[in-house]
């Protein structure tokens, strides 16, 4: 039997993914991308903001058409639309088999003997459950990243954020646990890893009693055969001297994902964030001052209930002072369920829009102005892959995270495959990507 796997939403729900993957192919069941000639169609959704909700709707509404003409036998959706709005979708899209919630994932074989039965049924699991299922993942990023999931759910209950209700409160996975993972991907050919959870700094806080992050890093450090560890998804409050101090770890990148959402204390008070203004000052600047070479990314929210024009001008010359090196803004979604979405001084979508267009052009800037500062620079970089019909290859530094950061082109004739690493001097700046050659 053949299977279409469609995997939406963020790298953590990539990882879950991985995992499905896994397992149907140790049944032996075949990966199509096919719609025609799938016999079972498994989608995995996302539900964070109304746009990922709509993409979910999408694909499933797509996907129910090759269940109604019958050439596919089973429609299964797994994820985190599938624990929101689990009866809902078996109500209103027929064609759907099976709804399998976000911590019964490993569950999917069931379900699609289930399917295949015809039956018509929700499955899930204790929402603070955490399924670690012993069949080996399916990478599906190259072969030479891939994206290690250190924790699941998150308690920090932001007032703007449904996770917590679709993904259950924190919970770490056993660190013996990561690095047997972490070594079976080495063994695939894996060089990058890249540490993911909805929040990676507060690492064993339930399991050990301490923040165990920097211990997890220098324990992954001695896996051979991995050469970069990347950590996405920092919450600024939990970031610690002994964290900053694993920068001495060759492996270690020199890279933070720090998201903080917004710069205004009024508006930080009300997400129900944990930091104020001059706080997030501090910890950029420290982390500058500890590791010069950091390169920083964060994301902001335009248009949060209440946001006033002024409020958004602090955010925009508090990038301005601050500088990061990538920075992604988004509009505010107001989410069901989240106390956000009841606040009063909802703002206009258009107003939304217009502060994060303000801020993507000021970012713009600043960004094409450091990728200008590279030029000169010796970098190691990943290939990622060679251009289509040219002498040139892609890759990414240090200072680029797979899907959200910029590239690195260079001109050679010399053969090089995906995962190699190759020294180049970089000699020119394409807006937000580098050019270079090599070394
Ligand atoms: Fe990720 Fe979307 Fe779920 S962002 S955690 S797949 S709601």
Redesign the pocket.
Known sequence: MKILFIS???D??LVDTEVMLGMLASRGYEMTNDEQEADIIVIN????IHD?KEESIQNILEMAEYKKNGSAKALIVT??MAERYRQEILDEIPEVDEVLGTTAYDRILDAVDAALAGQHEVMTADLDALPLPETKRLVTTGGHFAYLKIAEGCDKHCTYC??PK??GNFRSVPMERLLKEAQDLAEQGVKELILVA?ETTLYGKDLYGEKSLPKLLRELCKISGIRWIRILYCYPEEITDELIQVKEESKICHYLDLPIQHANDTILKRMGRRTSKQELIDIVQKLRKEIPDICLRTTLITGFPGETQEQHEEVMEFIDTLEFDRLGAFTYSPEEDTPAATFEDQIDEEVKEDRQADIMELQQEIAFDKAEDMIGREVLVMIEGKVADENAYVGRTYRDAPNVDGLIFINTDVELISGDFAKVKVTGALDYDLIGELI
């Open positions: 939406l939403g963020c953590k729900n959704t996302c539900c964070f990922a994820g985190c449904i996770i679709i993904r909805q």
